[in-house]
């Protein structure tokens, strides 16, 4: 009965889907025509609509992944919520990142004629979308932006050889696709520790939160503020980063100072828990994943979109721009396919993203979402163009290690403290341990000083501690997608170059 009823559901998800790509032909057609109505610049549409979807249904759930995994809303509200900030950002912020996907990549005043330009454009799309619903197929997250320079690079070089790339233009994408995940997990670790540190490791956690809590929001507010300065509404706004900083302070202090009185407030009343901390951190999670997807929503429309404005402006006569209305036309595709995509078949990669890879809760899904906006504006200070998706599941692994590091580290604690039992009484030990877990940080450390000087003979060797953590290690992180995931990550721009070649000599 459910089998029969998932059937059910899949071929009314593809329903809709065609219909959107045919609504794509139609339209182009309709609204077109006297412009250029070729079949292959309605197929180019087409297609684009398509890379949208799997845009959708591969990269759009990043964000909210870590919203689901931790359980703040539900899957389906997750889905229309990160939906409608999508097409916004697509929309309303999406046209300054079309030129890079468009000429960026590859010299396509080098190529010899329009019709070359259109097959390499158009190779570079279909190559995309396989490797995407492949992807998507799996249940692997990949960088839909590494798969379309990998698309745009293999049809370059085919066409006009290794001398139409521009290299400078690769080589920062190849240093932010290494960048992105190690320094997404990094920070998504100190600030997991920082957080338990000041926090949850503390006696009274309540009141700690109550202290904390609005400096992170605060600093939220201006991390994110300064972000979509920078990244979400250039279109509208061109700021530089310096500028952008400042005013995003301002906001962020503004966001801190009107917080503060509700956060001390509401904390003055919560049982001192770590459940009920983390209760603490719903809201602003569900801002950080709709800040998220704004910005997500206008830097990913390019890469469906910049190859079908670059072949209209291939096929038009004289070399003429194209119509301000088709760029236009082009982000409303991308403005309704991505969120159609994420809704229709993003399910598979948003529990990926939330749950398969490790445990999240409100703290850690919180430290993952700011990570990604700090990693962002960093490498942009640096000329890096990163991935959201990498630096998102960067961030994620982070958090995973950390827990691993630290349960194992505190398993070598109790079984050290209990190997050494027959030089202490067996209650003495185990008052010792419920008082060092109901310690706070500073206090634990006095506590394992005091031990260790109490007694030389409960210190370990460098051997011993070794065999211990190899023995004690807990595998927090799911090894298997760990291996999944970093595999399609390094194949994701070879894969896709070596599709769209192989579609460019069939095609053309």
């Known amino acids: 009965m459910l089998k029969a009823q998932n059937l059910t559901l899949n071929s009314a998800h593809h329903a809709f ?3 959107f790509l045919l609504a794509i032909g139609l339209g182009y057609q309709y609204l077109y025509s006297s412009v250029d109505s070729s079949l292959l610049m309605i197929l180019a549409a087409i297609l684009g609509g398509y890379l949208a979807l799997n845009i959708g249904a591969n990269d759009a759930g990043n964000n909210i992944g870590p919203l689901v995994g931790s359980a703040v809303i539900s899957l389906t509200a997750a889905m229309l919520f990160a939906a409608l900030f999508e097409a916004a950002g697509a929309f309303l912020a999406g046209g300054e990142v079309i030129s890079t996907i468009k000429r960026g990549i590859v010299d396509t005043h080098q190529f010899s004629d329009a019709e070359t330009i259109t097959h390499a454009m158009f190779s570079a799309m279909l190559a995309t979308a396989i490797w995407l619903n492949i992807a998507t197929l799996t249940g692997t997250p ?73 400096l992170l929001v605060g600093f939220m507010a201006w991390s994110f503020a300064t972000y979509l300065m920078i990244k979400g509404v250039k279109v509208s706004w061109r700021v530089d980063f ?33 459940s009920a901390v983390n209760r603490l951190f719903n809201i602003p999670l569900i801002f950080a994943a709709g800040l998220l997807s704004f910005a997500h929503g206008s830097n990913d429309v390019a890469n469906a979109i910049g190859p079908v404005i670059a072949i209209n402006e291939a096929l038009l006569v004289n070399g003429e721009s194209a119509p301000a209305n088709i760029t236009m036309w082009g982000l409303l595709i991308g403005a309704i396919g991505i969120p159609l995509g994420l809704v229709l078949y993003g399910k598979r990669l948003i529990k990926t993203v939330g749950s398969e890879i490790t445990e999240l809760d409100q703290v850690r899904a919180f430290c993952i979402v700011m990570s990604v906006t700090i990693t962002v504006l960093l490498a942009s200070q640096f000329g890096l163009p990163v991935s959201s998706t990498h630096t998102a599941v960067g961030a994620i692994f982070g958090i995973g290690f950390l827990r691993e590091i630290l349960k194992t580290n505190y ?9 050494q039992h027959q030089y202490r009484d067996q209650t003495m030990v185990e008052s010792f341990i419920s008082q060092f877990d109901n310690a706070s940080f500073n206090d634990k450390g006095h506590l394992l000083t005091e031990l260790n000087r109490s007694d030389s003979r409960l210190r370990l060797s460098t051997k011993e501690r070794t065999s211990l953590q190899k023995l004690y290690r807990q595998e927090i992180v799911k090894r298997s997608t760990f291996v999944r995931i970093i595999l399609a990550w390094v194949v994701t721009v070879p894969v896709a170059a070596a599709l769209a070649s192989l579609i460019y000599l069939l095609i053309a």
């Open 242 to 274: 310096l500028t952008a900083l400042m005013c995003g302070f301002a906001i962020g202090l503004g966001v801190y100072m009107v917080t503060k009185p509700t956060i001390l407030q509401r904390t003055a009343l919560l049982p001192n828990t770590k």
């Open 17 to 19: 889907a065609l219909l």
């Open 142 to 214: 990949v960088s839909t932006t590494h798969t379309i320079v990998g698309g745009v690079l293999g049809a370059g070089i085919t066409v006009g050889g290794l001398s139409v790339v521009n290299w400078h233009t690769l080589t920062t994408i190849t240093i932010g696709w290494f960048f992105s995940p190690v320094l997404g997990g990094v920070i998504a670790a100190l600030l997991l520790y920082l957080i338990k540190r000041t926090i949850t490791y503390q006696e009274k956690m309540s009141q700690a939160a109550g202290r904390v809590l609005p």
């Open 411 to 419: 398993a070598i604690l109790l079984e050290t403290l209990r190997r």
